[in-house]
């Protein structure tokens, strides 16, 4: 089977652990990735990346000429794009910018007039409702009239594009797996050391942006109300609500139990997980954010969950978007922004050491068979054989 996936993704070689395990899982496969030539990701990265080409066999990395360097929706390729579709003739195109893609009905538009008879597919993350106005809601139609297949990296979102008239099959998984390799049950004890962190105590960890949609208030206050139990907090990442978390841990007095970590490169990040006794994501759905098309966020997966539970690390949730999927009867859910319920959570991981560890040993599991790279693989693989043998 030969496939061909387009995304800004897989710039970011780590990103592209799933497209090569796919690759291999039998013979005869073959994965070509198209990436834009140049890139520019805004954030932290305030600079142009220059994509190369990469050729292991069975799997290949292919930059392309773009227009727009920074914009997910507005991407396109130039025309050694159809010299690249001439040559590999897929039989399965993929496209991982949502919905209202121009590269997506670029590629459609190709597939039709090179004659390739490639199953159309895209991947899209969106999960709450939305109402287009044209052109972008001829274009969404024109995507979604040409779709053999959608691959949603959430249960909301697969039902967000059946309210959009999509009748077709959808398959709901993630964009990316985790490496257990990477992320695997490691004590940490100079890390440990260097953080001052003592054999017993409890760390309640959390990772990720320090934003108000990410609950961390509400984390604090749940920890601020069991100040009599020995926890420590260990909060690794940043953004704009730091100065206000370190002023509400100083108000409170609880310095000397909050650890703060400034993000660290993604291979050094199992480490910190290694010292948590529970990972924390308490994500809030807002509806304050504005983009042309959309308004809100609500979580859309959650990747540090499954690198916590790759890890052996028991979780909590909130109930946000896809966080219950994710974390099933593998861990601890509690409503969002709902304080008491989150500081009840804390305190049976605290109280039951041996429920703490059937949790851990349940996530574990669970990422191992379902959220690695090559589960995530062969799930897709699954999803595109279905889909060639249709009619």
């Not at 540090?304 to 949730?317: F, H, K, N, S, Y």
Request: charged share 20%.
């Amino acid at each position: 089977m030969k496939i061909l996936i387009a995304s800004h993704t897989y710039i970011v070689d780590l990103n592209c652990e799933k497209l090569r395990a796919l690759s291999r899982l039998k013979p005869g496969i073959e994965v070509t990735v198209v990436v834009p030539k140049r890139w520019k990701p805004g954030g932290v990265q305030n600079k142009i990346i220059e994509t190369e080409y990469r050729d292991e066999g069975a799997f290949k990395i292919v930059p392309i000429s773009n227009f727009s360097q920074n914009h997910q929706g507005l991407l396109t390729f130039g025309t050694d794009l159809i010299t690249l579709l001439q040559q590999f003739r897929p039989q399965i195109i993929q496209v991982e910018q949502g919905s209202r893609g121009l590269a997506y009905s670029q590629m459609i538009a190709l597939n039709q007039l090179l004659g390739l008879k490639a199953k159309n597919v895209f991947f899209t993350w969106w999960n709450l409702p939305y109402e287009l106005k044209l052109p972008v809601a001829l274009l969404e139609k024109y995507n979604l009239n040409h779709s053999h297949g959608i691959i949603s990296g959430n249960q909301d979102g697969a039902e967000v594009l059946r309210q959009r008239g999509y009748q077709g099959p959808i398959k709901v998984m993630p964009q990316l797996g985790v490496d257990e390799s990477l992320f695997t049950p490691q004590i940490q004890p100079e890390l440990a050391s260097k953080l001052d962190i003592k054999t017993g105590d409890f760390v309640v960890g959390f990772v990720g942006r320090f934003v108000q949609e990410k609950g961390l208030l509400t984390l604090l206050q749940a920890l601020f109300s069991l100040k009599d139990k020995h926890w420590k907090l260990l909060l690794l990442g940043r953004g704009e609500l730091q100065s206000e978390l370190i002023k509400l841990v100083a108000e409170n007095n609880f310095q000397e139990r909050v650890i703060f970590v400034e993000s660290v490169a993604h291979n050094e990040v199992a480490n910190y997980i290694n010292l948590m006794s529970t990972l924390v994501l308490p994500s809030e759905t807002t509806y304050k954010f504005k983009t042309l098309t959309a308004v809100g966020w609500k979580e859309q997966f959650g990747h540090v969950l499954i690198e916590a539970m790759a890890c052996q690390v028991p979780v909590i949730g909130s109930n946000s978007g896809e966080i219950p999927h994710v974390i099933g009867d593998a861990g601890l859910v509690f409503p969002e922004g709902d304080v008491q319920a989150l500081a009840n959570c804390l305190v049976q991981l605290m109280d039951k050491p041996d429920f703490a560890q059937t949790l851990s040993e349940m996530g574990y599991q669970k990422a191992m068979v379902k959220y690695t790279n090559k589960a995530l693989a062969k799930q897709q693989l699954e999803f595109y054989q279905e889909l060639v043998n249709s009619p």
